[in-house]
């Protein structure tokens, strides 16, 4: 035991003598804690510094095992034994055990591919975020991917995690079933509360396939991972370029009420990606590539979702047939669309949908008509219970109507009446 408690010494001494980043993360820790546990300051750390720090702590949880005794000897107070150790290696220790005890705490963390810490004062500049590196130097840090590698079990009090430019499949590039997932996400999914995919190569399939279960013929997926208490998942700037969620997250997220799928070249929604997702609230599919809205009942209506708010900004869409469908929405956002139509399209909003309060035209081509929000605002008979792009109706918009809906019932009535004349011309004939 004790060469073993010596071998795993060296180890932490030679990271020292490397200019291991601990005491500078130590001392940044120790800084900001309150901020960090309360949550109004989020660490941030590039995937090669959590794989540097994740090896210390295994290095430590390799010394606390070699420290203990089989007579009842605590496997983790290892600091009766620093009175034999260099006083270098005891203090490098020391702040090791407190930065593991500070990560445990932790509930907000975010994982970034690229080097952001450099000059911007949230972390100390380490060696491994030197600013001045070449472009093949940046190059092996890209390749393989460090995500598939990492460990994040010192986080056991994880609730919010969000990875930017990951690599979310595994180094080897073979199929997901194959069982070369990312280990550190299955760690955490039992106590996850939010998860946060921006610019990740990958799919939804590589995170909800749980790690190590094989498919039940060659060619099927194995079954999806449960995440108990993941209440909300954003995917924004993925590949899910084949038109469909390629994963049945109502399969494995029950609890999930946030859904972001923005900016995914999804051209459909697959209905059966949103199976089971009964208690979603809020759905984002901003800034992909749908052309109709007729499928999204299908997946989101028909099993009873409570959906209360729905973006469909910066799509194709030409028409919101559809839509009727989603009685429960409160807030439409169909921004920057193919809209043309005043009386069709927000008319068919505003007959459909008596829960809604707040909605956005805007960037449409019926937006660029005159009087569109007077004419939009016409559609509801009240236009004091809803809000047109972010505004209420202004005391100008309330003049505007009425003066609109006197000219409408003014243009209706001379129709009637010329009706009734070309009628009465007609018997006389």
Not at 116 to 139: K, V
Request: hydrophobic share 40%; charged share 25%; with cysteine.
């Amino acid at each position: 035991r004790g060469g073993g408690v010596g071998r795993a010494l060296v180890g932490c001494a030679m990271a020292v003598g490397a200019g291991d980043a601990i005491s500078a993360m130590a001392a940044y820790l120790a800084r900001h804690s309150e901020e960090l546990l309360a949550g109004s300051r989020v660490l941030t750390l590039s995937t090669r510094e959590l794989a540097r720090v994740t090896a210390r702590l295994q290095q430590l949880a390799r010394l606390n095992e070699l420290g203990g005794g089989p007579g009842g000897q605590d496997p983790n107070d290892w600091s009766r034994q620093l009175d034999h150790w260099h006083a270098s290696d005891a203090e490098y220790l020391r702040r090791l055990e407190y930065v593991r005890a500070l990560l445990e705490g932790l509930r907000t963390l975010r994982v970034d591919e690229h080097d952001l810490h450099a000059g911007d004062g949230n972390l100390p500049t380490s060696p491994l975020t030197t600013p001045r590196t070449t472009w093949h130097e940046r190059r092996r840090q890209q390749l393989p991917s460090a995500l598939s590698l990492l460990s994040l079990a010192p986080f056991a009090s994880l609730a919010r995690l969000e990875l930017r430019g990951c690599d979310l499949a595994a180094a080897t590039r073979r199929p997901i079933w194959d069982g070369n997932l990312v280990r550190g996400l299955r760690e955490v999914r039992a106590h996850l509360e939010e998860l946060h995919l921006r610019g990740c190569v990958g799919t939804l399939a590589m995170i909800f396939v749980a790690e190590g279960e094989s498919a039940t013929s060659a060619h099927d997926k194995p079954p999806a991972a449960t995440w108990p208490k993941l209440r909300s998942l954003a995917y924004v700037g993925g590949e899910l370029l084949g038109g469909e969620t390629d994963a049945s997250v109502g399969a494995c997220c029950p609890e999930l009420t946030s859904l972001d799928l923005r900016r995914n070249g999804l051209r459909a929604m697959d209905p059966s990606g949103t199976q089971g997702l009964s208690r979603l609230t809020r759905l984002d599919l901003g800034f992909n590539r749908l052309g109709s809205a007729r499928r999204l009942p299908l997946s989101l209506h028909a099993n009873g979702a409570a959906l209360a708010s729905l973006s469909l900004r910066g799509n194709r869409l030409r028409s919101t047939k559809g839509l009727e469908a989603l009685k429960s929405l409160r807030s439409l956002d169909v921004a920057g669309n193919l809209l043309r139509s005043t009386r069709r399209d927000v008319t068919n909003i505003a007959d459909n949908l008596p829960r809604l309060k707040r909605i956005w035209l805007e960037d449409n081509p019926l937006a660029s008509a005159a009087g569109y929000r007077t004419q939009a605002l016409a559609c509801w008979p009240d236009e004091r219970d809803v809000e047109l792009d972010g505004r209420a109706a202004s005391k100008f918009d309330r003049f505007a109507l009425r003066h609109y809906r006197k000219a409408t019932q003014l243009r209706d009535r001379m129709r009637r009446m010329r009706q009734g004349t070309n009628d009465d011309d007609d018997d006389d004939d």
